[in-house]
């Protein structure tokens, strides 16, 4: 069965159809942030739009496995975003609804697609190669991404959450750790592993 899987997930007409979703959904998420972006200050521009950049993270992976190369950096940023804010999405959505009482077909709209990107993260981490210095610079891109949001003021907005800002920066803080720990978990460590399995035999 895993290896079906994988089989699936690694074949180019499957790649380029992720590509395609991908591509499609981080320029549309970018459009979503535009009444943000045309108010945020020039310096902070890069990490307002949190979830289409961590899309677009993911789509640079593809796109690299479908001409047969190769980015770690880029599959390290991508493991920690996409698990990060697609949870995220999904709970802040989930929240708004529990808050206002009422869910759009937006919000649910939301919920699946980020749902998506958090599972499309994890289901392409055994194809990752990425070592603990690639996942070191994930990691302060993605803490360096909290104080901006959350010390600076430039995170995602959700109207109706305003009132609970100081607990979403405690929870973002807590869910950039686990979706660091995972990836470490998912990749470093099995990297790491194979290492000295090979150092062992020989």
Do not use: C
Request: glycine fraction near 4%; charged fraction near 10%; charge should be positive.
């Amino acid at each position: 069965m895993r290896e079906f899987l994988y089989s699936i997930l690694s074949s180019r007409a499957f790649l380029w159809l992720l590509f395609s979703v991908n591509l499609l959904g981080t320029l549309y998420g970018y459009y979503w942030y535009e009444y943000q972006l045309v108010r945020t200050e020039p310096i902070f521009l890069l990490f307002v739009p949190d979830s289409p950049t961590a899309s677009l993270f993911f789509t640079i992976v593809i796109f690299l496995y479908i001409i047969g190369k190769r980015w770690k950096i880029m599959e390290a940023l991508a493991l920690v975003t996409l698990v990060k804010y697609g949870i995220w999405a999904v709970v802040m959505n989930l929240l708004t609804w529990q808050v206002t009482g009422d869910i759009s077909w937006q919000a649910w709209m939301l919920i699946l697609s980020h749902g998506a990107m958090a599972l499309q993260g994890i289901l392409y981490a055994p194809f990752y190669r990425f070592t603990w210095v690639h996942l070191i610079l994930a990691a302060i891109w993605t803490l360096h991404n909290d104080i901006i949001d959350y010390v600076f003021m430039q995170y995602p907005i959700y109207r109706s959450l305003e009132y609970f800002i100081a607990e979403i920066g405690y929870f973002t803080f807590w869910l950039s750790i686990a979706s660091i720990g995972l990836a470490y978990w998912l990749v470093v460590r099995k990297q790491s592993n194979k290492l000295k399995l090979s150092n062992f035999s020989s």
